[in-house]
């Protein structure tokens, strides 16, 4: 049984960052590197095409709205995922995830207000 928790103990030592060498903990210097992604917003426009970062799996936000009196249907689609989101009248949505979750690539939004009034959109991500 003895054997056991020392085991445990070295395994949890060793997730913590600590290396354990005859029973005595030695704290290991390791380098991480740091994966700086900077956040832009762009208008949604047909045809935007968003560059993502190679190191960041994220989720493209999409926020809306639209000039009439009215609620807008849009349709989006947006990594080969299509979608209808609904643009409220004169205040912008909450940011909306579109598409699958996506890192390091271009990909191509199509944007495309089913209303007469049409409505504007802006779209999230980490460049």
Known sequence: MHIFKRLKRCLSAAANGLQVIGGAAILLVMRIESVHAEEVVLPAVDGLIVKTKAAVLQQVKLRLKTFGPGFCDVRVVFAGQVQSVVAPPLY?????????????????LAFSPQCDTGALGEVKFEK
């Open 92 to 108: 912008w949505s909450n940011w909306l995830p579109i598409g699958p979750a996506v890192s390091g690539g271009a990909y191509e």
